[in-house]
């Protein structure tokens, strides 16, 4: 019987064959922005909220970062370092419950909401407590340079719309992917921290007009950052599940855009309504605060110079030259001094009137380092006359804290008299 000599076919692919099996790279990229779309069914739309809810619920990292966060933003407030303020929010927790929030308003959840804005409320809870406990350590060493703590409690438009940025890119980011948007959570917490902690530490250091606009700053950036998340879900196709989610995501949107328009418009800052208050109530606090300090110092009267006996006498008040009749001989004048009081000049006092910010700089030199920031309404006094330096009226002021009197330069346009002056 002859032997099968045809050789068997091979059982192994050949390469083309596998090639023609491997997905193609717009393959893998259609697929991948399958895996990332917001499901448009109610039972993937209820899987993925499920999802989302276990990510941005919290943990107990999120509060012991908190506390470490706020512990150095206070430490950096009460130095004055910008250099630990920037480590303090680098220590910030990923700010899952803000995201989680969000969710809960476009999805329609009620009960989501509530459990992510109380570990939110927590959160930031800890940060106001340990700027606190440092602004209580700050009133040993009073009077500070607080610097940051003043930039940090103001509303500026250039934070406006990096939190803008940041809330969208966070909220898409932690939607979209499964790894932790560390990046953009930093910028959030940049923006709420801040100002929250400068609040704190405004409050418990009682140095005045920190406290109110830092917690009109943290309010203003919550509502806004929340905006934005909300409008960024929405356009990523994330809709309410029932009607009765409808009504619970319309009442929180009415509620943000409230907020805002109540915080964001013209006349709402705190500082911007905060003029200079009558002379009359202001001698009253001044003399409560300072019984060393009289009514006439602090309302200089111009008086005129009392005049002496000798110049009611025309005669006597004017020299006289007696000549002898001898034509050989000239008599020499003689003067009759006229007796004249010097007056001294009453000392000028005026208040910190600043339209922005809440108070100005008090600086060493004309556009030198910082010495000490006052706030509006306080009383300074005039050492001299406004001087020219690069074109800005600059005058040299003396100020009391604490039993401690301190000089430099302040701008000229954030001074208030309290009576007219020639030159001022």
Known sequence: ??????PLASTQPSPS??????????????????????????????????????????????FIFATFSGA???????????????????????????????IASVSGS????????????????????????????????????LTQ???????????????????????????RSEKKPFLPSVMVAYELFFPLSAAAFGLASGVGDIFP?????????????MLFGTLTLFFLGFRPLRASGWLFSLLILILLLAALGGLLLPGTNPTSTSGIQPTSTRVAEVIG???????????????????AESTKNPAASTPTLDLLPSPDITAEPIFTPTVTLTAHPTPLYALIASSSGGGAYLRREPGGPVILTLD??????????????????WVQVKVVRSDQSFEGWIIQSVLKTATPSPGW
């Open 1 to 6: 019987m002859p032997e099968n000599t045809e």
């Open 376 to 393: 509006n309404n306080e009383l300074v006094q005039a050492l001299t006359a406004p001087l020219d330096y690069d074109g800005t009226p």
């Open 17 to 62: 064959s596998t090639e023609r099996t491997r997905p193609t790279r717009a393959q893998r990229r259609r697929a991948a922005r399958k895996r990332k779309a917001i499901p448009s069914g109610a039972e993937g739309r209820s899987q993925l909220l499920q999802n989302l809810v276990q990510r941005a619920y919290p943990s107990y990292e999120f």
């Open 72 to 102: 150095i933003l206070g430490l950096g407030y009460l130095l004055d370092s910008q250099a630990f303020l920037v480590f303090g929010i680098l220590m910030a927790p990923l700010m899952s419950p803000l995201v989680g929030m969000i």
């Open 213 to 225: 606009q830092g917690i009109f700053v943290f309010a203003a950036h919550l509502a806004w950052a």
């Open 149 to 175: 703590a003043f930039e940090h409690s103001r509303l500026w438009w250039p934070d406006l719309v990096v939190l803008a940025l940041g809330a969208i890119l966070l909220t898409a980011s932690f939607v």
């Open 110 to 145: 009620a009960k989501f909401f509530i459990k992510t804005l109380g570990a939110f409320f927590i959160g930031s809870l800890l940060v106001f407590i340990t700027g606190a406990l440092a602004g209580f350590a700050a009133r040993i060493w009073l009077p500070l340079t």
């Open 289 to 307: 605060a300072r019984p060393d300090i009289s009514v006439t110092e602090i309302l200089p009267t111009q008086t005129p110079a009392p005049v």
